[in-house]
């Protein structure tokens, strides 16, 4: 019943820069926790960041500073803004909203390498 699209990911050299878009459609994301996920290889999938309907924000240790995440309710869109990219950042990124139900975006590849 909801839709997600990952778009915007791709290869960066370190310190570099990539603002990843989640699309929805299907429902409006408003009354949705949305989030953003990572999973590396031979890894768990782990939390990125989380931003509420209301808009209270969650973030990973590892990514404070240097990521913001984002939502346009008009958009249907929920944005991660990636600065200061590290190889270990290296991943698919997965875009989530939950509710009473959950739903989860096929993935987009981020490579940070030099």
């Known amino acids: 019943q909801v839709q997600l699209v990952e778009s915007g990911g791709g290869l960066v050299q370190p310190g570099g820069s990539l603002r990843l878009s989640c699309a929805a459609s299907?429902?409006?994301?408003?009354?949705?926790?949305m989030g953003w996920y990572r999973q590396a290889p031979e890894k768990q999938r782990e939390m990125v960041a989380l931003?509420?309907?209301?808009?209270?924000?969650s973030y990973a240790d590892s990514v404070k500073g240097r990521f913001t995440i984002s939502r346009d309710n008009a958009l249907n869109t929920v944005f991660l803004q990636m600065n200061s990219l590290k190889p270990e950042d290296t991943a698919v990124y997965y875009c989530?909203?939950?509710?009473?139900?959950?739903?989860w975006g096929q993935g987009t590849q981020v490579t940070v390498s030099s």
């Open positions: 931003v509420t309907s209301g808009g209270g924000i």
């Open positions: 299907g429902r409006l994301i408003n009354l949705y926790i």
């Open positions: 989530g909203a939950f509710h009473t139900r959950n739903y």
